[in-house]
């Protein structure tokens, strides 16, 4: 009997339950896009959707998320992409 396709979609095969967060203060951009699988310009997308990411900004204007704001991103990451929830 063949099986049923899936219907959850998966970003470059990383489910949201497989992603580890590393015990870190601070995370680059570029550290948390690919520690989520997902581009850069996602998460600052979703930084004008969610109130709730508010990475700080250094003296050089990078951004600089927290542990609480990773978390954040991956239960999102989770529901949008797994979940099947829009923005909306």
């Known amino acids: 009997m063949p099986s049923k396709p899936s219907t959850k979609k998966k970003t470059n095969g990383v489910s949201a339950d497989d992603i580890v967060i590393p015990d870190k203060l601070y995370f680059r951009i570029g550290e948390v896009a690919k520690l989520c699988a ?15 990411l ?31 929830f829009t923005i909306q």
């Open 38 to 52: 997902l581009p850069a310009y996602v998460l600052r997308f979703w930084e004008t959707e969610f109130p709730q």
């Open 54 to 84: 508010s990475p700080k900004k250094s003296s050089k204007g990078q951004r600089l998320y927290r542990q609480r704001d990773v978390e954040n991103l991956v239960r999102i990451k989770k529901l949008l992409y797994e979940e099947g």
